[in-house]
């Protein structure tokens, strides 16, 4: 099996806590992407990387951390900081020149008890 | 600020009716756009793409761009209850080698196809 994997479906978390979602690809892409999206709502960019090593703010960074130490995942940590962190959260990975399609993982549903 | 606009519906057709979906974009600049099929609770599917103005068919789905209006829509044939989800609309308005592949989404229109 192949392409764009999420772990874990589904996390809950305590006020104050850090979590880590996972995201980990098989498709050789350099590209990746984490996306949040609340209910009745788009997606918006948390933070992205282009390439191992480096990685670049979204939209939406404040509250959340990423690392890109190799090219097949690029975890997301969502710290304490992040005032309203129940959302579904999406990786995903671009397909790269000339189109640049983008596909996504199934999501990771964070829930802040 | 990069804009993409989408009614949110829902938009009702009853079954076998042609749905009409439709996305504004502010960026004139924008070269590539891409429709997403969203059912509840799982993550967007990339169901078409388009570059160029004019019409691009793949099976029930046609998608329309018109670059001067800023407009792109989604056009979905003998509408089936199983095409009953929320539909996203995404700009790239970055292309080429070295380019940033970001997207703008809108947020997104749901449809509803009645039996």
């Known amino acids: 099996d192949g392409g764009i994997t999420q772990s874990p479906k589904y996390l809950f978390r305590k006020e104050g806590q850090n979590v880590t979602l996972s995201c980990e690809q098989n498709?050789?892409?350099?590209?990746m992407y984490w996306y949040r999206q609340d209910p009745g709502q788009g997606l918006r960019l948390i933070y992205y990387?282009?390439?191992?090593?480096?990685?670049q703010k979204g939209d939406i960074a404040e509250g959340y951390s990423v690392s890109r130490e190799k090219k097949e995942s690029f975890p997301l940590t969502v710290t304490s900081a992040q005032k309203n962190p129940t959302a579904f959260y999406l990786c995903?990975?671009?397909?790269?020149?000339?189109?640049?399609?983008?596909?996504f993982g199934p999501g990771t549903r964070l829930t802040v008890l | 600020q990069k804009e993409v606009e989408q009614n949110s519906g829902p938009l009702s057709v009853p079954e076998g009716a042609i749905a009409s979906l439709n996305c504004t974009y502010s960026?004139?600049?924008?070269?590539?756009f891409f429709w997403y099929r969203q059912y509840s609770g799982k993550s967007p599917e990339l169901i078409m793409s388009?570059?160029?103005?004019g019409d691009k068919e793949d099976g029930r789905f046609t998608a329309q761009l018109n670059k001067a209006s800023q407009y792109v829509s989604l056009l979905i044939r003998d509408s089936q209850p199983s095409d009953s989800a929320t539909y996203l609309c995404?700009?790239?308005?970055?292309?080429?080698?070295?380019?940033?592949?970001?997207?703008?989404f809108g947020g997104g229109t749901r449809l509803m196809v009645k039996p």
């Open positions: 995903a990975i671009a397909a790269g020149v000339p189109y640049n399609e983008q596909f």
């Open positions: 498709l050789n892409h350099d590209a």
């Open positions: 990387s282009q390439i191992v090593n480096d990685f």
């Open positions: 960026d004139r600049g924008s070269q590539s």
């Open positions: 388009i570059y160029s103005n």
């Open positions: 995404a700009v790239n308005s970055e292309a080429g080698y070295n380019a940033g592949n970001m997207l703008t």
